[in-house]
């Protein structure tokens, strides 16, 4: 039998829509490069195109082209206690349906072993929105995103998310303003 990580890179590659654990909430991602996938999954959340996506990464090196390369440079490695999502300048792979409206793009390296392990999975990042309809509060809780997503989604990977509680801070990497506050 495939574990949950083999059994998410293959919905994945598959041009499927997952739901997973992350470090504070559960999310839902698909491969970035794919447009079907990430209509798909903005058409599940209900979001707003032109809010656009995060997307998470298990090394820095999997954002090449989806990150400006001076900016690429420039992330810092995660912090173990609080989740960071910087905003970046976006490089040549990062389209509209990832920046929505904005001319930056916005990624995470993930410290969450099962988020990362997909990651290193798909040899790729992958979108990450919190599992929640838009305008709805997130789930933190693998019961509530079963009744939630499992009719909606391809596959949702079993786990714990962890270790902050809730949605990541976000920061503008350019000059470390906090844009919105984590969750510890």
């Known amino acids: 039998m495939n574990s949950p990580v083999s059994r998410a890179a293959e919905v994945l590659t598959g041009g499927g829509v997952i739901a997973y654990p992350t470090e504070g909430v559960f999310g839902l991602g698909c491969l970035p490069d794919n447009l ?6 903005l058409e599940v959340k209900q979001r707003d195109p032109t809010k656009g996506l995060i997307l998470i990464a298990a090394e820095p090196s999997q954002l090449e082209g989806w990150v400006s390369d001076e900016d ?75 009744n939630s997503f499992e009719s909606l989604v391809d596959y949702v990977v079993p786990g714990d998310c962890g270790p902050t509680t809730g949605a990541s801070e976000i920061r503008r990497l350019e000059d470390g303003e906090v844009l919105r506050s984590g969750s510890r």
């Not at 079907?36 to 999954?41: E, F, G, P, Y």
């Open 36 to 41: 079907q996938a990430v209509t798909r999954l």
């Open 72 to 146: 690429l440079r420039r992330l810092p490695s995660p912090n173990r206690d609080l989740a960071i999502t910087w905003i970046t300048q976006a490089g040549p792979k990062s389209g509209p349906l990832l920046r929505g409206d904005h001319p930056g793009i916005a990624v995470r390296i993930t410290n969450h072993p099962v988020a990362a392990a997909i990651c290193r999975a798909v040899a790729s990042p992958i979108t990450s929105t919190s599992a929640n309809l838009a305008g709805e509060p997130v789930v933190n809780d693998s019961s509530a995103l079963l």
